[in-house]
């Protein structure tokens, strides 16, 4: 059963960034598509970015492309969403997703 531990939230103010992680454990991390989602209050769980794993081609969300960069770390087991210029709107529970399974997430929150 794979595990999936997310790190990296926090609170910052409009425009600045922060690096989120997700490690994960008990599976061949290198052969899975891995995702990112987040979750606002009051709204549900939207697509943020997703990497594959064999071509390392990334895909986003209209609303962050271009601010947003996923990436992975096979040897670490571990994806990385590096989220620049953030906005008050980009507050939220932030998870990352390996074949349905889902961490617990971690805080966002952007300040004006």
């Known amino acids: 059963q794979v595990q999936l531990v997310e790190s990296g939230g926090g609170l910052v103010q409009a425009g600045g960034s922060l690096r989120l992680s997700c490690a994960a454990s008990g599976r061949t991390f290198s052969s899975y598509d891995m995702d990112w989602y987040r979750q606002a209050p009051g709204k549900e769980r939207e697509f943020v970015a997703a990497i594959r794993r064999s071509s390392g081609n990334t895909y986003y969300a209209d609303s962050v492309k271009g601010r947003f960069t996923i990436s992975r770390n096979n040897a670490k087991n571990t994806v990385y969403l590096q989220m620049n210029s953030l906005k008050p709107e980009d507050t939220a529970i932030y998870y990352c997703?390996?074949?349905?399974?889902w961490g617990q997430g971690t805080q966002v929150t952007v300040t004006s």
């Open positions: 997703n390996l074949q349905g399974s």
